[in-house]
């Protein structure tokens, strides 16, 4: 079935760094989401990508919708210790049944100790 | 923030006990969804509702049945329980089929013992 790669699995940062993350598939789809889940709650979420090649920001966060519609990936510049936490990417095609949000394994950010 | 509940928040049962999980939405939204989140397996789509009496499988909905008698609650039970259903369960909302992008509730942790 269709599978979403997110990668790093998981990324050490340190105050005032970029970080980079990105999703990965060998199927086409026309929505690229994604997500911040912290500790104990619910994901939530944070851009949504609607078109290919699309790019939109939101704050410090920069994400693009790949030209292929294959991948996406996601941009935090110059990260707070806030931004520690779980990003999940998630893929629609629509053109199936409703329902049909799948969601990559996460991208887990922790602090640099 | 979108305004989805769910209830209980933390559960602790024994196996082959019966357990429903309630969602319930202010949005008016026509799409709901349960989700399980395992470690390694990220959100997987257990059921989800496309209105009112209207509801449909997820990739894993062997062992769970759901209901939607109002737009803003869905049910989620566990017939017999088992430990393999120990999990955090996420219920979800969406307004729009295409396009889609879903908010999440705060979480029910399910312990089965």
């Known amino acids: 079935g269709q599978q979403l790669n997110q990668s790093p699995q998981s990324m050490f940062i340190q105050e005032g760094e970029d970080v980079s993350m990105n999703c990965t598939s060998s199927?086409?789809?026309?929505?690229w989401l994604w997500y911040k889940q912290d500790p104990g709650e619910g994901p939530v979420l944070l851009i949504a990508l609607y078109k290919a090649g699309e790019l939109t920001s939101n704050g410090r966060l920069t994400a693009q919708f790949g030209i292929t519609r294959k991948d996406s990936f996601l941009n935090i510049s110059a990260s707070i210790p806030s931004d520690v936490g779980i990003y999940f990417c998630a893929a629609e095609n629509y053109g199936g049944s409703q329902g049909n949000l799948i969601f990559g394994k996460g991208t887990k950010l922790s602090v640099k100790p | 923030d979108a305004g989805i509940t769910q209830s209980p928040r933390h559960k602790v049962t024994e196996t082959g006990t019966p357990v429903t999980l309630r969602c319930h939405q202010t949005?008016?939204?026509?799409?709901m969804y349960w989700y399980r989140q395992d470690p390694g397996h990220g959100l997987r789509l257990i059921h989800y509702?496309?209105?009112?009496?209207?509801?449909d499988k997820g990739e894993v909905s062997d062992g769970y049945s759901v209901s939607r008698s109002k737009t803003e609650d869905f049910l989620l039970t566990l017939e017999s329980a088992t430990s393999s259903q120990t999990s955090v369960y996420f219920c979800?909302?969406?307004?729009?089929?295409?396009?889609?992008?879903?908010?999440f509730g705060p979480g029910t942790r399910l312990l089965v013992l």
């Open positions: 199927s086409i789809f026309n929505t």
């Open positions: 949005e008016n939204h026509r799409y």
């Open positions: 979800a909302i969406s307004e729009s089929q295409v396009k889609e992008t879903q908010y």
């Open positions: 509702s496309y209105g009112v009496k209207d509801t």
